[in-house]
Structure formats: C-alpha cells, structure tokens
C-alpha cells in the first residue's frame, strides 16, 4: 500500500524543511501606472457579465452550428474561455485590489 502512494504523489516523502514559501510581493515588483488605471476600470464591471457573455456566445455558437455555418459557430465557440478568463482576472482584482 506504501508504495501505492509513491506512484500516486512521489512529493509525499519530502520534508517539511524542503518546503520554500512563495516570495513575498515587494516595491519593487509593482505595477506602472497603466496596469492600475486598467485594474480600477475592471474592478467596476460586475463578475457576473462574464459569465453571462461566456453563455451567450456559447449560445451563439450553437446557433450558428445548427444554421449550418458551421465556420462561424467554431470561430465564436473559442470566445467563452477567453471571456471566463477575463472574469477571473476582474474577480482577482477585485478579492486582492490593485497593488
């Protein structure tokens, strides 16, 4: 059974002492004045319009598919993910605020 969980997560056998902490955000590591005036425009844009954008054009996509354009319904079928990730960056600004 021991060796059962090597195989599974080989990490389990290290340490605590081998353990390095993620470094710690410093001066200088801050953003310029774009990145903040960029993040304080996305942090007033509600989280869920994302997630409403990524169902419409998953929407959109499927219509597409069933009219038979099958062209347009892949190229709009690759906006979800863009747009979920756009939202996670808008809700990571908001949660950690602008540095």
Known sequence: MASDNLDLNPAAQKSVEEYTPTPVVRGEHAEDQITR?????????????????????????VAFELSGNSRMSRF?????PAILTMGMYNKLVKVLGTR
């Open 76 to 80: 709009v079928g690759m906006w979800p």
């Open 37 to 61: 005036m960029i993040e304080q425009q996305a942090a007033k844009l509600p989280s869920d319009i994302f997630l409403f954008a990524a169902i419409g054009a998953m929407g959109l996509a």
